[in-house]
Nanobody
Framework: QVQLVESGGGLVQAGGSLRLSCAAS????????MGWFRQAPGKERDFVAT????????YYADSVKGRFTISRDNAKNTVYLQMNSLKPEDTPVYYC?????????????????WGQGTQVTVSS
């Protein structure tokens, strides 16, 4: 069982930056593919970024490519999402996800574990 706890959300003006963190329990964190998703009220959960445990490789949604960076620190069992040049449309709740598997994954049903979410609000 893996537990994920997100932090770092908050209110920021458009053009600003935030860094989200996701702390994971478990001794085999380095074997997990990790992902970030976001979900606005009444909408589907959308893929943001994913990172695997080899190299590691990363993959981003087109809407955030060049602005967001996903990274991981296996020694701290933590994955990060650095968000720069934030826009009002980056506003919803952000969720961290994990699955003990190899390879980049961009669909919610590919993940086994989820955090509780952290709210990001970007004001115009």
């Amino acid at each position: 069982q893996v537990q994920l706890v997100e932090s770092g959300g908050g209110l920021v003006q458009a053009g600003g930056s935030l860094r989200l963190s996701c702390a994971a329990s478990g001794r085999t964190f380095s074997s997990y593919t990790m992902g970030w998703f976001r979900q606005a009220p009444g909408k589907e959960r959308d893929f943001v970024a994913t990172i695997d445990w080899s190299d590691p490789n990363t993959y981003y949604a087109d809407s955030v490519k060049g602005r967001f960076t996903i990274s991981r620190d296996n020694a701290k069992n933590t994955v990060y999402l650095q968000m720069n040049s934030l826009k009002p449309e980056d506003t919803p709740v952000y969720y961290c996800a994990a699955v003990r598997d190899y390879g980049l994954k961009n669909r919610p049903n590919e993940y086994a574990y989820w955090g509780q979410g952290t709210q990001v609000t970007v004001s115009s």
